[in-house]
């Protein structure tokens, strides 16, 4: 990133010169809808287009705004440029599945510091999307329920694992939580994307996302690098038995030490928690969401 200037601000000259939340087109687009179909060839090595597209969501116009220190009313308009977007983009032929998520902290990667996420319009369904899909699907054919609706019934009777909650969404640290301090976010209502989000949801859901960041912030008294993904439905098909939620995975396992993925995790998909989701669920209930 060049010292003194940054692309997402007003009067840079690649955004426009007053906007509360932008949508603008990733410089550096891993899809674009200008590209070939995606088609992979026959064969071992197959090469395919990769239609779709990547957009940066601006959070925010100031730039060194870190997530948690947007007000809830500013998130409100982020979750509905999410809903306008996701709209947009589920409209398009080629596109499978629309991937809202975040990347915060300079630890995960990102050299940008001003407040932004991304969308990715995938021309696929990706893998560990499809594997949540079948495990979901596979648990509403054999029980006859969503296994969300179950999990969130029996986090809020057991409440060991509850961070915060509101009428619409339930923040907790799920008991096969892999990072350190991992939170779902979970809808109480059986929906299934964020453009199924009512008048009561979406500014329920913005105060959320603003409590569980500022909460994460204050655990160490900095800014948490996470990242922030939303769960969804693939826009194609009928998806009853899936159920919305948002996931957050940090990657700091204490205040000065971060997770790392080595051989266990990355080579064996198996991941190491040197802490209980019960305690790391305490100390973030317990942890004042501070401005
Ligand atoms: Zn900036
Ligand atoms: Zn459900």
């Known amino acids: 990133m060049p010292e003194n200037w940054c692309p997402f601000d007003p009067g840079s000259g690649k955004v426009t010169d007053n906007y509360e939340v932008l949508i603008y087109p990733n410089d550096f687009p891993a899809f674009s ?15 395919t287009g990769a239609r779709g597209s990547c957009d940066v969501v601006i959070y925010h116009p100031e730039h060194g705004l870190a997530p948690s220190e947007l007000s809830a009313e500013h998130w409100r308009k982020v979750v509905d440029v999410w809903a306008r977007r996701h709209g947009e983009l589920a409209a398009a032929p080629d596109i499978q599945f629309v991937y809202i998520f975040e990347n915060t902290g300079a630890a995960i990667g990102v050299t940008m510091p001003h407040p932004h996420g991304q969308i990715y319009a995938f021309p696929f369904v990706p893998p560990l999307i499809q594997r949540e899909l079948d495990s979901a699907s596979d648990y509403f054919r054999d029980h006859g329920a969503c296994i969300y609706c179950r999990i969130l019934r029996d986090e809020l009777a057991a409440r060991s694992r509850i961070v915060t909650e509101n009428p619409e969404f339930v923040a907790f640290v799920p008991f096969f939580a892999r990072w350190p301090g991992e939170v779902q976010i979970c809808a109480r209502r059986h929906f299934a994307n964020v453009t199924e989000l009512n008048g009561g949801e979406a500014p329920n859901l913005a105060a959320i996302i603003k409590t569980v960041r500022m909460k994460y912030d204050a655990l160490y008294g900095f800014p948490m690098p996470l990242m922030m993904l939303l769960r969804q ?9 899936f159920h919305f939620h948002i996931d957050f995975y940090p990657i700091q396992r204490s205040a000065t030490k971060l997770k790392y993925l080595a051989g266990v995790e990355s080579g064996a998909g198996t991941f190491l928690n040197d802490t209980l989701a019960e305690e790391k669920a305490r100390e973030l209930r317990e942890t004042e969401p501070r401005e």
Request: glycine letters at 12%; one cysteine or more.
């Open 33 to 47: 809808m200008d590209g070939a179909p995606f088609s992979p060839e026959p064969g071992l090595c197959a090469q």
């Open 233 to 241: 439905s693939p826009v194609q098909g009928q998806h009853p038995y």
